[in-house]
Nanobody, 128 residues
């Protein structure tokens, strides 16, 4: 399984970035894919994820209303549109995926999301 992330960079507070992740090397139909992030000195946290079966989306409270996750199932690609970025959004963002034998069970919240495979990470810096 390969997860190729792109789109990180430097942006000023209030700006926008779009992360993309292309997943390949698997034949599972059911999966949940999305993003974690880790800032220096902090624990890794789930940011957002989306289910392949029904498009259910989940977000961390800290990004709700600012970030939007979307998918292109035909290309096994997921995007994270990040708007109104804040300095506290700065982190290394990791694309991740978990596979299921059937439709992914719903999550109560993003903290329940676990991953089987991880991408290499892309740096997001928010600074003036």
């Amino acid at each position: 399984v390969q997860l190729q992330a792109s789109g990180g960079g430097l942006v000023q507070p209030g700006g926008s970035l779009r992360l993309s992740c292309a997943a390949s090397g698997f034949s599972w139909n059911y999966y949940r894919i999305g993003w974690f992030r880790q800032a220096p000195g902090k624990e890794r946290e789930g940011v957002s994820c989306i289910s392949s079966s029904d498009g259910s989306t989940y977000y961390a409270d800290s990004v709700k209303g600012r970030f939007t996750i979307s998918r292109d199932n035909g290309k096994n690609t997921v995007h994270l549109q990040m708007n109104s970025l804040k300095p506290e959004d700065a982190a290394v963002y990791y694309c991740a995926i978990r596979f299921f034998g059937g439709p992914a069970p719903p999550l109560t919240d993003i903290t329940e999301w676990k991953a089987d495979y991880w991408g290499q990470g892309t740096q997001v810096t928010v600074s003036s």
